[in-house]
């Protein structure tokens, strides 16, 4: 039976530091049921619902809990359960296993762990904004490449999520993830940001949203967080010392430079060149 029901379902890979995952989907996003009651069953995968109308009971061996709308619920590897739904349910399903490395020095496994194989489900209620926020754009495109990596993102928005609710518990350990997760975002926006056409379209704060598949405000707080500057002093600064990196290692004038980097004329350029390096172009090129 497990074997059958993966079967139905796309799959991808996510890695969040040293922490596989392998999550399992429903490719039309939203799975719809009326009332029903599974046997009591347990499975070799972590089971994770969002659920979006409706109401269910999950029943173990130790307790009785229902989830309500537009929470998350995480039903860990190996815990015996039922599930009754309560009328009409809209609800999005993933299957995830997860696994170690090779990186023998291991630190974020254990936080996961604590979650994914806890005695018990864990259940998360009044979700974030930037949560609500993917769940709109992944209704707006449910097939391909591009619903794959909507799903990376919900799927590690979920995770915070969670994990957000054990901080501060005596036995939780914070994962390490969170910072090396946060590492490997900041250089996609860098990757991002010196991208030849995104300089050349002057890239803008909603467009990077776009790219990160976040609302703009999200976006932000994000790189606010990351760099600890604003989103215009972080592509500032990129130009700026991408602008450097060309006068030294290229033959481009500066008006070729300065189209390269997506200014529209020429006196922007040297306006914003030397107000970040303190002297004019010419005179940098100069020194060389």
Known sequence: MEGFLLELYDCCEISIGNTDFRIFYIPN?????????????????CECHYLKDGEILVETDQESIAIKAESLCVLPANLKHK??????????SFYVTISRNKDTKNDTF????CLFMSQGPVIREGLNEGFQFMLG????NTS????E????HFFALALTEMLEQHEGEQDFQKPQASMEYGEQTKLKIEDILLNTSSMKQDLQLEDLARYLCLSPRQTSRLVKNLFNRSFRDVKNERYMEEAKRLMTDSDYSLKDIAEMLGYGSYNGFYKAFRLYAGISPE???EAL
């Not at 029903?36 to 347990?42: A, K, L, T, Y």
């Not at 254990?110 to 762990?113: N, V």
């Not at 391909?144 to 619903?147: K, S, Y």
Request: aromatic share 20%; proline share 4%.
């Open 29 to 45: 996003l939203f799975s719809e049921s009326q009332e029903w009651n599974s046997p009591q069953h347990f499975h070799l995968f």
């Open 83 to 92: 599930v009754r739904a309560k009328g009409f349910i809209r609800r999005i």
């Open 110 to 113: 254990p936080a996961y762990s």
């Open 137 to 140: 754009l992944m209704q707006k």
């Open 144 to 147: 391909g490449f591009l619903f």
């Open 149 to 152: 990596t909507k799903v990376k």
């Open 283 to 285: 005179e940098y090129r």
